[in-house]
């Protein structure tokens, strides 16, 4: 591989780091903990099977770059894609097999039951659509919180709640779900939530 690509293998499984202040919400399980990693950079150079893509956003332009032109191309026959609603692709140029395209939803003022409902539907479907395609290794930025004005504390808990139970129930299809931060504000929150959501004994 290129070696600005970064395999599953350089992308160490999550364990906390200093003190939480976040008391845990859910029981131990020390082998969904296994399936959980913290990366803090550029998803585009995930090699891993499928990344989530927010899309119409920053990343959006950051995926199209790395993956070229023909990602464009597959996307036009997609049909558009609805808030919450998640469709596959191919990756093209980028190191992963696919891109996993969804829609955040777009929050202005506070935040309501139906924009929750959205994020989660995003973090769900992309995690359906992956395990319905046989495919174990899975990224996601944190989709919603740049443009589209989504509050990262708020939004960090709707993604870990929803791949936790996501993965109790679908424990064995799925070998690894990676929370991709970019900025550090995310990366520290991430540490303190996951110790939350993912307790270790
Ligand atoms: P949205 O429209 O869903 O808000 P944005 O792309 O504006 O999407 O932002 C979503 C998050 O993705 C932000 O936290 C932003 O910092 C982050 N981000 C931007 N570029 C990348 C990248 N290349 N890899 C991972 N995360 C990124």
Redesign the pocket.
């Known amino acids: 591989y290129r070696i600005d690509f970064i395999p599953l293998e350089k992308i160490p499984v999550w364990s906390p780091s200093g003190d939480s202040s976040c008391k845990p919400q859910y029981k131990v399980d020390e082998e969904l903990n296994k399936k959980i990693s913290l990366f803090s950079g550029?998803?585009?150079k995930l090699e891993i099977d499928a990344i989530a893509n927010?899309g119409?956003?920053?990343?959006?332009g950051?995926i199209h770059r790395g993956a070229g032109p023909l990602l464009r191309k597959e996307c036009a026959t997609l049909n558009g894609c609805e808030t919450g609603e998640a469709k596959i692709t191919g990756a093209y140029g980028l190191p992963a097999k696919y891109v996993i395209h969804t829609v955040?939803p777009i929050v202005h003022g506070s935040v309501g039951e139906r924009e929750e409902q959205a994020l989660r539907n995003c973090y769900y479907n992309c995690l359906h659509t992956a395990t319905k395609n046989h495919l174990r290794t899975v990224a996601f930025?944190?989709?919603?919180?740049?443009?589209?004005g989504y509050p990262p504390d708020q939004a960090v808990k709707v993604a870990l709640r929803t791949v936790r139970e996501y993965l109790e129930q679908n424990h064995e299809k799925l070998d690894r779900v990676i929370f991709?931060v970019?900025?550090k504000s995310?990366k520290e929150l991430y540490e303190t939530m996951l110790s939350a959501y993912f307790p270790q004994g």
């Not at 119409?56 to 959006?60: G, H, I, P, T, V």
């Open positions: 550029d998803i585009t927010a119409e956003s920053r990343m959006d950051a955040g930025p944190c989709i919603s919180t740049g443009v589209y991709c970019f900025l995310d």
